[in-house]
């Protein structure tokens, strides 16, 4: 058994099993999101290539999703991602990423 201290100072047991899974799905979320990222970054490049406006690709992403959700193609919990969403489209959008705001 692994043993983690708790917020009170005493010591947690989990399983082998337990622990396993659990950084197996901390690993399988984090690959999950490099994943979502890559493909919002390259949408947002599409977007930026055909002349839309950096202030204008979040809300075109933004109403995408929402129309994603409303046609029942994405589950009802996925509402629970908007802000990573977010947060994913603004680190594709970061000076870094468009060096060149002319594009």
């Given at each position: ?15 082998p099993a337990l622990h396993y899974a659990?950084i197996s799905a901390d690993a399988q ?75």
């Amino acid at each position: 058994m692994s043993h983690f201290p708790s917020g009170d100072g005493k010591a947690i047991s989990l399983s082998p099993a337990l622990h396993y899974a659990l950084i197996s799905a901390d690993a399988q979320h984090r690959a999950s999101l490099d994943v979502l990222r890559d493909a919002i970054c390259e949408y947002v490049e599409d977007l930026r290539e055909q002349g839309m406006p950096r202030h204008e690709v979040a809300n075109a992403i933004r109403r995408r999703v929402t129309e994603m959700r409303s046609s029942g193609v994405t589950a009802p919990l996925a509402a629970r991602v908007d802000g990573i969403v977010d947060e994913l489209v603004a680190s594709c959008l970061e000076p870094s990423e468009w060096p060149r705001e002319s594009r």
